[in-house]
């Protein structure tokens, strides 16, 4: 027995070293959500942490968002939020605003139109003072990264006109 003891020993000695340094090292989804961000950061997006939809329960997910291209005079604040059914007075289906505030109408065909482009694990449509945003749970990898960044390079400049307010008549004196 005594001659196992130090076998044992030098054994735990190794796990002790190896088990901290193996739990450190990214899983592969790790791996994965990383080159999603770094593919989104790539094309000039940012990506932010927000609050899942309330239908959707507790937690949070990426928001991916394309940054306007002249920030001014636009009305922003307003979420699109996946909702648990489909409803008659919902905005499209089974999508509705978060709140009481709602993009302005003019923005309404294109905003429909967006919805159906965006990925299948999408939760939610956000306009910030940033930019305009997608926010999904990242499931369905390249397949849905490549949908979020085809409709926002389709319908973000569209949006971004349609929800400007007119400048004042003053010329802003």
């Given at each position: 027995m005594s001659g196992w003891l130090p076998v044992l020993i030098i054994i735990l000695a190794i796990a002790l070293v190896i088990g901290p340094v193996m739990w450190l090292k990214p899983s592969s989804r790790d791996r994965r959500l990383a080159g999603l961000r770094q593919r989104a950061a790539g094309a000039g997006m940012v990506v932010q942490m927000s609050r899942l939809p309330e239908s959707q329960g507790q937690g949070t997910a990426a928001v991916y968002i394309s940054r306007w291209e002249d920030p001014r005079r636009l009305e922003t604040g307003w979420v699109l939020e996946l909702q648990r059914m489909e409803h008659g007075m919902h905005f499209?289906?089974?999508?509705?605003?978060?709140?009481?505030?709602?993009?302005?109408?003019?923005?309404?065909?294109?905003?429909?139109?967006?919805?159906?482009?965006?990925?299948?694990?999408?939760?939610?449509?956000?306009?910030?003072?940033?930019?305009?945003?997608?926010?999904w749970r990242e499931q369905s990898g390249d397949s849905g990264m490549d949908s979020l960044l085809g409709a926002l390079e389709k319908f973000r400049p569209g949006i971004e006109e349609a929800i400007r307010r007119p400048a004042p008549a003053d010329g802003g004196r």
């Amino acid at each position: 027995m005594s001659g196992w003891l130090p076998v044992l020993i030098i054994i735990l000695a190794i796990a002790l070293v190896i088990g901290p340094v193996m739990w450190l090292k990214p899983s592969s989804r790790d791996r994965r959500l990383a080159g999603l961000r770094q593919r989104a950061a790539g094309a000039g997006m940012v990506v932010q942490m927000s609050r899942l939809p309330e239908s959707q329960g507790q937690g949070t997910a990426a928001v991916y968002i394309s940054r306007w291209e002249d920030p001014r005079r636009l009305e922003t604040g307003w979420v699109l939020e996946l909702q648990r059914m489909e409803h008659g007075m919902h905005f499209s289906g089974r999508w509705d605003w978060r709140g009481d505030k709602s993009a302005p109408r003019q923005a309404w065909p294109l905003l429909h139109e967006l919805l159906d482009s965006m990925p299948p694990d999408a939760l939610a449509l956000h306009a910030t003072q940033a930019g305009l945003g997608i926010q999904w749970r990242e499931q369905s990898g390249d397949s849905g990264m490549d949908s979020l960044l085809g409709a926002l390079e389709k319908f973000r400049p569209g949006i971004e006109e349609a929800i400007r307010r007119p400048a004042p008549a003053d010329g802003g004196r």
